[in-house]
């Protein structure tokens, strides 16, 4: 039986990277592992995410999950990160909720850990790669233990060749993607099952 328990943090506009921490959460449920998939927090004021039609539904259609917190990732022994790429950086969004975990990294509570990250743009070429190595280089300063999917299965091939993490154009999360997002939830799962205290 699996001992990991994986969270899933996500932050998406439109809806990319939320079917992609759907497909992920289904597939280390699959594994064996206990997930909390976690959204974090709006920073963008309301009157502007309403104003954009695709952006206030998304926002509505996913009002019933809960949003991330710290204790999310003390009770974790794994994490999976996803977040659409702006300017070549994760959205806003997500490094405000990674700028509140100083207090658990400095006690120690999020080092040696499995982790690992996908992310969206706009295009095939829009900075989804900077953005997957800028998370894990906050992964690194955690002391966490980076676990990307690499070139260890076809799939990887298949959805564009990005061995850093998962990738997507927005919008555009289809079958080759999904097979990416669940090898990659697998192999994070399997390595976390074996570093489990």
Do not use: C
Request: hydrophobic residues 45%; glycine residues 8%.
């Amino acid at each position: 039986m699996s001992k990991v328990k994986l969270a899933i943090v996500y932050y998406s506009t439109y809806g990319t990277n939320y079917a992609m921490a759907e497909a992920a959460a289904k597939a280390a449920e699959e594994a064996g592992a206990e997930v909390r998939l976690r959204k974090v927090r709006e920073t963008a004021p309301a009157e502007v995410v309403k104003s954009v039609p695709a952006w206030g539904e998304q926002t509505e259609k996913t009002a019933h999950i809960a949003e991330a917190t710290p204790e999310d990732l003390i009770w974790a022994n794994a994490f999976l990160f996803s977040a659409p790429t702006r300017f070549g950086n994760m959205a806003s969004q997500m490094r405000a909720f990674i700028d509140t975990l100083g207090p658990v990294w400095q006690q120690g509570q999020l080092a040696n850990k499995a982790a690992s990250a996908m992310s969206s743009a706009q295009t095939v070429h829009g900075g989804q790669e900077t953005t997957l190595l800028g998370m894990y280089a906050t992964f690194m300063h955690w002391g966490s233990i980076i676990v990307a999917p690499g070139y260890a299965d076809p799939v990887i091939f298949a959805s564009g060749g990005n061995p850093y993490g998962a990738s997507a154009s927005m919008g555009d999360v289809n079958d080759a993607v999904l097979a990416s997002v669940r090898f990659q939830a697998r192999r994070l799962v399997e390595f976390a099952d074996k570093i489990a205290a």
